[in-house]
T-cell receptor
Framework: DQQVKQNSPSLSVQEGRISILNCDYT??????FLWYKKYPAEGPTFLIS?????DKNEDGRFTVFLNKSAKHLSLHIVPSQPGDSAVYFC??????????FGAGTILRVKS | EPEVTQTPSHQVTQMGQEVILRCVPI?????FYWYRQILGQKVEFLVS????????KSEIFDDQFSVERPDGSNFTLKIRSTKLEDSAMYFC????????????FGQGTRLTVV
């Protein structure tokens, strides 16, 4: 079941620069998308979400962009900080049903 | 800040034994979930629970699994006869107004079946 794909297993970025994490989905019925951050041995922490009726949502250093025609969303972190180093999961849901997660992208922010 | 609490943080059990994983969701939330993550794999949905009944379950959630909300605060996942392949991190989550909208996750219980 590959409804949500994060094709980059890892990303390395210099502190202060922009981190861009990408996510693709195949199910056109998904109407809500979320990004979670996860540290080892901890649960996923909610970061930011976007409804399918929007194409952008911003919260501080985090911005999520949604391109419905391409079935693609991305998370931008500006500026990146060493504390942002973690695994980032993209997730999607259909009419409030279960979350379907991507495989995650490991972000390393170098100082 | 309200949070989802899970106990124990780590459980080791013998194959064939029953385990109960416990969760205290955020107090005013209405929807409760269990997810699991086998080492190196994706976070997978197991079950959702609303209004004292299961609202959705995955194919993973077979007859060996059950969930219960025995009182107003706890939400439990029982695995009746554990198998080696049940070894995973189990995450409880809850959300407020609408299912899965901004679901908040607990720290997880690492279940090791030996």
């Amino acid at each position: 079941d590959q409804q949500v794909k994060q094709n980059s297993p890892s990303l390395s970025v210099q502190e202060g620069r922009i981190s861009i994490l990408n996510c693709d989905y195949t199910n056109s019925m998904f109407d809500y998308f979320l990004w979670y951050k996860k540290y080892p041995a901890e649960g996923p922490t909610f970061l930011i979400s976007i409804s399918s009726i929007k194409d952008k949502n911003e919260d501080g250093r985090f911005t999520v962009f949604l391109n419905k025609s391409a079935k693609h969303l991305s998370l931008h972190i500006v500026p990146s900080q060493p504390g942002d180093s973690a695994v980032y999961f993209c997730a999607a849901s259909e009419y409030g049903n279960k979350l379907v997660f991507g495989a995650g992208t490991i972000l390393r922010v170098k100082s | 800040e309200p949070e989802v609490t899970q106990t124990p943080s780590h459980q080791v059990t013998q194959m064939g034994q029953e385990v109960i994983l416990r969760c205290v969701p955020i107090s005013n939330h209405l929807y409760f979930y269990w997810y699991r993550q086998i080492l190196g794999q994706k976070v997978e949905f197991l079950v959702s629970f609303y209004n004292n009944e299961i609202s959705e379950k995955s194919e993973i959630f077979d007859d060996q699994f059950s969930v219960e909300r025995p009182d107003g605060s706890n939400f439990t996942l029982k695995i009746r006869s554990t198998k080696l392949e049940d070894s995973a991190m189990y995450f409880c989550a809850s959300s407020g107004i609408f299912m899965n909208t901004e679901a908040f996750f607990g720290q997880g219980t690492r279940l090791t079946v030996v």
